[in-house]
């Protein structure tokens, strides 16, 4: 029993060290790619407001830029011979616990919070963790913040200048690294390219092991 015990304990621990290394996206894209058009080379090109923080967007240009060239893309070695333009873009917004867990409106019983891996609230009562726990007892739950990311991809023909494809991917989870959440959420929004599917649909990608 022992045994059985504890090779359920660690699969558990197993399960949950590999869900940390994944992010679910919830993924739309749209577009009118023909059928017969194949990826080639292409330039990250960058509306005025984005060239005022060239920083940053070199940031997002390589967080996006794995899941690119896995779609069959390949950087153009002169900007202006390149096939297609891409635009690239991210949102990421935090959602404070403060905010849900003002003393004044805690009144004591059972409620439930959200802790992260297994980190206790704070205030009197036994708190289990995992993603939800419940306990009993007075005073705020604190924990880190969540928040909510989006990313988002478009690809025109660099002659024409038609929109040929978009694709946007959301998440929310304990990390706002563009490093290493980021490709992962891009390697969503491309990993059916160049299938169009308007309607939301979910998808797990590995996040980047890269600090």
Request: glycine share 10%; aromatic share 12%.
């Amino acid at each position: 029993m022992l045994k059985l015990l504890t090779a359920a304990a660690l699969a558990l621990v197993l399960t949950g060290c590999a869900s940390l290394n994944n992010v679910q996206s919830e993924v739309t894209t749209f577009g009118p790619w023909p059928a017969d058009r194949k990826p080639s080379t292409f330039t990250f090109e960058r509306l005025p407001s984005q060239q005022a923080h060239p920083q940053h967007q070199q940031e997002l240009e390589d967080a996006a830029r794995g899941a690119v060239e896995a779609a069959g893309f390949r950087a153009a070695p002169d900007a202006t011979t390149a096939e297609y333009l891409m635009q690239v873009g991210a949102r990421v917004t935090v959602n404070d616990p403060w905010v849900y867990n003002e003393p004044l409106f805690m009144h004591g019983g059972w409620r439930y919070g959200y802790g992260r891996w297994g980190r206790p609230g704070w205030g009197p009562g036994p708190y289990w963790g995992g993603r939800g726990f419940w306990g009993p007892g007075y005073g705020p739950i604190y924990d880190s913040p969540t928040y909510d990311r989006e990313v988002a991809l478009l690809i025109r023909d660099r002659k024409t200048g038609q929109l040929l494809y978009e694709a946007r991917a959301n998440s929310s989870g304990y990390s706002s690294a563009v490093s290493t959440v980021l490709p992962a959420m891009f390697d969503a929004a491309m990993k059916d390219f160049p299938n169009v599917s308007p309607n939301p649909r979910n998808v797990t990608t590995q996040i980047s092991k890269t600090p």
